[in-house]
């Protein structure tokens, strides 16, 4: 690992699970630059000076529509992009208020049970976090 | 886990290894209020509105007098302290200028063989992320 010219950026995902051991996955649009069509956990970059915490709830809100808390850490993921590494920081939230309504960048959403994890196609950049994460929980139950 | 009322605050931990794969720890001063006299790595919290790669470079200049770059990722910790939730984020980096000198937060500084981790009386908030990255390390080579 040496350093190159590209910048580090950090982003933030949301592990969202209800009380049946189903986690939400949001599906990229078919128009998205990068991973289209990938089913991904909610969220977003941070903002030049937005604290991490806020962006999540901010992200979330937009992409799902939905109010969130952070109540622990998932993971952390490196992804090389273009222009950027991106530190992929993912932490479990709950829901607090609002309804599920999604924007343009997302096409429809899923409730799904942690143990069916290995038959959706999930966001490169993090599938492997999602997969380890999911098979956890499925285990735990 | 569920949500309470501590706020979630980000830290950044820098993992500097020399090419003899030794790595830097610098021992916190007896005098700390969290977890004096143990050997951690350089790094500390984000402050409001900075940038989290600009507030790793810069704590660990205050820390150690070094000038450092991002590399990678190492991992995350949750550590939960009396007045907050920090997530401590470990980004390996390389030495691009400068010095070693301690500040008045540290007593010593010393270059340790991945090996010899376990022999370290090493920071309790990410022991565990320490020791297992120092396995591994210590296996490659």
Chains 1, 2 share one sequence.
């Not at 949301?14 to 089913?39: H, K, M, N, T």
């Not at 991106?86 to 997302?106: F, K, P, Q, T, Y």
């Amino acid at each position: 690992m040496s350093q190159d010219s590209k910048p580090y950026k950090l982003a933030v995902k949301a592990v969202i699970a209800d009380e049946e051991g189903r986690c939400l996955l949001i599906r990229r649009s078919a128009r998205s630059r990068y991973f289209p069509g990938q089913w991904e956990w909610p969220g977003g970059k941070v903002d030049p000076g937005e604290d991490f915490a806020d962006a999540l709830v901010r992200e979330v809100h937009e992409e799902t529509g939905l109010s969130v808390a952070i109540t622990g850490l998932v993971g952390a993921v490196h992804s090389e992009m273009p222009t950027a590494h991106v530190i992929l920081l993912c932490l479990s939230a709950e829901i607090v208020g609002g309804e599920i309504r999604m924007s343009e960048e997302h096409e429809e959403y899923a409730w799904v049970p942690w143990a069916d994890f290995p038959q959706w196609e999930l966001a490169e950049q993090n599938s492997t976090l999602m997969l380890d994460w999911a098979r956890a929980r499925s285990e735990e139950s």
